[in-house]
């Protein structure tokens, strides 16, 4: 799938997403939401940019982090209720951390 040394390098790249996800889940100002979508979209484009590069083309890994990327676009937000962003960001958090693991395994 993805090689070792590339993403797994950088834990940060996955880890970040992960625990502002799971922190958003708290009630905060929207000024917080707001900067994690800034970073969950960049990092899913850079996950989903290098996966392209290894793979030289589109696979399921590249669509899935290229939906995430997105679905947390800062500029052309998508609005929606709390109890739904509740959801994804719990979806999210499952993505990051099963693409993480992936990478780890270098399948």
Known sequence: MMN???LLKNK???LAPIVLLLIALLPL???YYQIMRWIVCGCASYIAYQ???EQEGWDKVVIIFAAVAVLYNPIGAIHLFREAWMVINI???AVFG???RSVRKGQ
Request: with cysteine; aromatic share 28%; hydrophobic share 40%.
């Open 29 to 31: 100002p929207y000024a």
């Open 12 to 14: 940060l790249l996955w």
């Open 4 to 6: 070792e040394k590339g």
């Open 98 to 100: 099963y693409g993480w």
């Open 51 to 53: 996966c392209y590069q």
């Open 91 to 93: 979806l999210t958090v």
